[in-house]
């Protein structure tokens, strides 16, 4: 009889030595210094008069002048605060939009069987290659005549009806990687599809859900084009418009309030993002887990 030969131990990863993990930590500190200098340097600018704002480049103003701040919040005519109240409107509508339309056509796609499911697939992904700028004038036109312009219904509206093809695509992903058992146990106990949505499918999307809100959220807070298009009045204007009126090129711009606002403008995108760090990488880590 010929002896059998023992199974071999798996293989553990093999840690860093100390040289190589200096050296990879230090050029990610440096990737991360390079990446992080505009934002210090705005930082900066916004401690800076407008004298020294570009004669004087560094980092560290030489001297302080925390009076941007205060110029800034009330010097474009307005409060900035209302600037800022109008991009959380904004965003936060588009954010509830995305996140009940989107899940529901997801649902449909993923757990349905209707005629041309996927053709009508296929075109909501080829949607993903079209650009903005080839659906502004007709989608203009159509808010014009519904006498929106101006508000923020153009901003809102439309994504309650699942517009955002990248969010479908994703949460379709995420819905194909949870068993059909669990909806054909709730079927079995007396629960249409709307309840199996509701009760099952939409609390085991949470990761999705996140990642679809994170990603709205900044996204639509950072948009500048489409709020440009349909806003026209400064009560209306959001954060990224309401900074462009501290550029002036008749009487001159004011760089430090500027740069100081944009700076306070950066806090909701900030504290969003690190509050839902953690579920962010969950959501982009468990979608696609099954074709």
């Not at 949870?178 to 599809?193: K, S, T």
């Not at 709020?227 to 209306?236: E, G, I, M, S």
């Not at 501290?246 to 806090?267: E, H, I, Q, R, V």
């Not at 579920?279 to 880590?285: K, S, T």
């Amino acid at each position: 009889m010929s002896a059998t030969a023992p199974n071999p131990s798996p293989r553990r990863p093999r840690s860093l030595t100390g040289p190589r993990r200096t050296l990879i930590h230090t050029l990610l500190i440096g990737v991360a210094i390079v990446m992080l200098y505009p934002l210090l340097w705005m930082l900066g600018s916004s401690l800076k008069p407008d004298t020294e704002i570009f004669t004087h480049p560094g980092l560290i103003p030489d001297a302080l002048n925390p009076a941007n701040y205060a110029e800034g919040w009330s010097g474009s005519g307005n409060s900035f605060s209302l600037y800022i109240t109008n991009s959380l409107i904004v965003s936060i509508g588009a954010v509830v939009g995305n996140v009940v339309s989107c899940s529901l056509a997801a649902y449909a796609f993923a757990r349905f069987e209707f005629r041309g499911k996927r053709i009508w697939f296929g075109v909501m992904l080829g949607t993903l290659m079209l650009p903005m700028q080839a659906t502004l004038i007709p989608q203009y036109t159509i808010f014009y005549n519904l006498t929106w312009i101006n508000t923020f219904m153009p901003l809102i509206v439309p994504k309650f009806l699942a517009t955002d093809a990248f969010f479908i695509f994703l949460m379709v992903q995420f819905i194909r990687s949870i068993p059909r058992e669990l909806d054909q146990a709730a079927m079995m106990d007396g629960a249409n599809p709307l309840q199996i949505y509701w009760k099952i499918i939409l609390p085991l999307m949470r990761p999705a859900l996140i990642t679809t809100t994170i990603f709205t959220f900044i996204w639509t807070y950072d948009d500048f084009l489409s709020q440009l298009v349909y806003l026209q009045q400064n009560a209306r204007f959001t954060v990224p418009l309401g900074l462009t009126l501290f550029l002036d090129k008749t009487s001159g711009s004011s760089y430090g309030a500027m740069f100081a606002m944009s700076t306070l403008a950066l806090l909701p995108t900030l504290v969003c993002f690190l509050v839902f760090q953690k579920r962010l990488v969950e959501g982009l880590a468990t979608s696609g887990m099954k074709g």
